[in-house]
């Protein structure tokens, strides 16, 4: 079932958005080889260093191009989440033609001004991520929330970050 959305686009749009929604998975050759650059993230992410968790941002990024043979995106790490009526931004990624593509993440919360949960902040960074690789890896010429995208944010976050944790069982 495609999103709501999917009923005003164009007939050629129409047809990037199933090519999107028909990948699933974004499969990393080697997950392994990230995790020790997952475990610098959550590191300076737990200690609230900017340049250090920007750096540790970046070689992450870097190594997840690296393995999947795409270009490689710049990381840019801000403070506060800005927020407007909508809600809170998370990420942002921007391409221009001729330009390193830019991904954007805040490390603070709008409302509390809280650093953002680990595997929060590592979902922000998968989708951006995924964003450029539909462009990069996937050759569509335009990059669409999907169900396709989300799972593939999903099996991206799941290969750096480890399987979601399991649910305390609900009492009945
Ligand atoms: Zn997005």
Not at 8 to 36: F, M, T, W
């Amino acid at each position: 079932m495609p999103f709501a959305y999917y009923e005003r686009l164009s007939a050629a749009r129409k047809r990037i958005y199933r090519r999107s929604d028909e990948i699933h998975a974004v499969r990393l050759p080697a997950p392994a080889a990230l995790a020790p650059l997952v475990a610098r993230v959550e590191h300076w992410l737990r200690a609230e260093h900017r340049d250090e968790l920007e750096l540790a941002c970046q070689r992450l990024a870097n190594g997840v191009c690296d393995q999947l043979g795409v270009r490689r995106v710049r990381i840019r790490l801000f403070a506060v989440r800005p927020r407007a009526d909508w809600g809170e931004l998370h990420g942002l990624y921007e391409a221009a033609d001729g330009r390193t593509p830019e991904i954007s993440v805040w490390m603070r919360t709008a409302q509390r001004r809280r650093v953002v949960a680990f595997r929060t902040f590592v979902r922000t960074l998968a989708h951006e991520l995924c964003h450029h690789l539909d462009f990069e890896l996937f050759k569509l010429p335009e990059t669409f929330h999907t169900e396709g995208f989300y799972k593939r944010e999903s099996s991206m976050l799941n290969q750096l970050a480890g399987p979601p944790p399991a649910r305390p069982p609900r009492a009945v």
